[in-house]
């Protein structure tokens, strides 16, 4: 069965501090990937995606994910993180196609010191 | 746009209760998803619908959860009888439809069963 393995379940970081979360999946064929970030007491919402082309994506606050196929991955980095990166983050993978089905890794919480 | 509209946003209730989950998606969205998300599994899939129809509920625990799509503006999801077990934050997400799509998620409603 799909799986997806988020490595790291808590970090803690100070502000400007470069950030990367792991994320890898199990499945062999064609994937679309997504980062969601749920801020505190907010609702998840989407950071990036991944469903073809340059494997190096950009998304929202200044953060980015490559995808490494040979890899099976998908992380997330930000080169300097705020106070306001606090969030938990969350991998999730679906197949490519009609199936809206997202297999979701367990999250990582993210904790910047100011 | 209002976004994914859920309601109640906290729900307390005892065991043995029936509780239900209510959710409009974003017009013109025709798929819809609930998730439920605990500290110890993560986000789980537990049912999504595709113009109304149950598409996939194999993330339903068992017969005591439940969930109707009647129009394309509503879905609901029922728990009946209700367990302490089942307190969570459950989430309703809807999204386009097709391809790549991103699914929108809700506030969430945040259930005790006592």
């Known amino acids: 069965a799909q799986s997806v393995s988020q490595h790291n379940h808590h970090v803690i970081l100070s502000e400007a501090a470069s950030l990367e979360l792991g994320c890898n999946y199990s499945?062999?064929?064609?994937?679309?990937l997504f980062w969601y970030v749920q801020y505190p007491g907010q609702h998840l919402q989407l950071l990036l995606k991944?469903?073809?082309?340059d494997p190096l994506v950009k998304g929202i606050k200044g953060f980015e994910a490559e995808f490494i196929k040979s890899k099976f991955s998908f992380n997330l980095r930000k080169p300097s993180v705020q106070w306001s990166d606090t969030a938990e983050y969350f991998c999730?993978?679906?197949?490519?196609?009609?199936?809206?089905?997202?297999?979701w890794g367990l999250g990582t919480s993210l904790a910047v010191n100011p | 746009d209002a976004g994914v509209i859920q309601s109640p946003r906290h729900e307390v209730t005892e065991m043995g209760q029936e509780v239900t989950l209510r959710c409009k998606p974003i017009?013109?969205?025709?798929?819809l998803f609930w998730y439920r998300q605990t500290m110890m599994r993560g986000l789980e899939l537990l049912i999504y619908?595709?113009?109304?129809?149950?598409?996939?509920d194999s993330g339903m625990p068992e017969d005591r959860f439940s969930a109707k799509m009647p129009n394309a503006s509503f879905s609901t999801l029922k728990i009946q009888p209700s367990e302490p077990r089942d307190s969570a934050v459950y989430f309703c997400?809807?999204?386009?439809?097709?391809?790549?799509?991103?699914?929108?998620f809700g506030p969430g409603t945040r259930l005790t069963v006592l």
């Open positions: 997400a809807s999204s386009l439809g097709i391809g790549t799509d991103t699914q929108y």
């Open positions: 017009s013109g969205h025709n798929s």
């Open positions: 619908f595709n113009n109304n129809v149950p598409i996939d």
């Open positions: 499945y062999g064929g064609t994937v679309n």
């Open positions: 991944y469903f073809s082309g």
């Open positions: 999730a993978v679906k197949n490519a196609g009609n199936n809206r089905k997202l297999i």
